[in-house]
């Protein structure tokens, strides 16, 4: 199982971003897939996930900002990132968690066992 995460670098403050996760050796219609991020010496945060079925969920400080979306035909899982602001900073991942999660479950980095490499996201002020 591979997730490579892709699509961050440089932006103004104010401006967007979208990072991509391309999957191989899992379906992402098979799996709940995940974002989180990190910044320096803070710890992973959940910012979105997208269930099996389809529904989204959202941690409330990003919501209206950021959206998750996923195309079937490219087995990959995107972020849309808007109004980007300084504290967006982080590296961004993706994982997948098995199984059918409820979906407070899908907040919590331990129900994810496939996880990509990270992309690094500066937002400038």
């Known amino acids: 199982v591979q997730l490579q995460a892709s699509g961050g670098g440089l932006v103004q403050a104010g401006g967007s971003l979208r990072l991509s996760c391309a999957a191989s050796?899992?379906?992402?219609?098979?799996?709940?897939m995940g974002w989180f991020r990190q910044a320096p010496g803070k710890e992973r945060e959940f910012i979105s996930a997208?269930?099996?079925?389809?529904?989204?969920t959202y941690a409330n400080s990003l919501k209206g900002r950021f959206t998750i979306s996923r195309d079937h035909a490219k087995n990959a899982v995107y972020l849309q990132m808007n109004k980007m602001k300084f504290e967006d900073t982080a590296v961004y991942y993706c994982?997948?968690?098995?199984?059918?999660?409820?979906?407070?479950?899908?907040?919590?980095?331990?129900?994810?066992?496939?996880w990509g490499q990270g992309t690094l996201v500066t937002v400038s002020s």
């Open positions: 994982a997948a968690a098995p199984g059918s999660l409820i979906m407070s479950a899908l907040w919590s980095a331990r129900y994810y066992n496939s």
């Open positions: 050796g899992l379906t992402i219609g098979d799996y709940a």
């Open positions: 997208i269930r099996r079925g389809g529904t989204t």
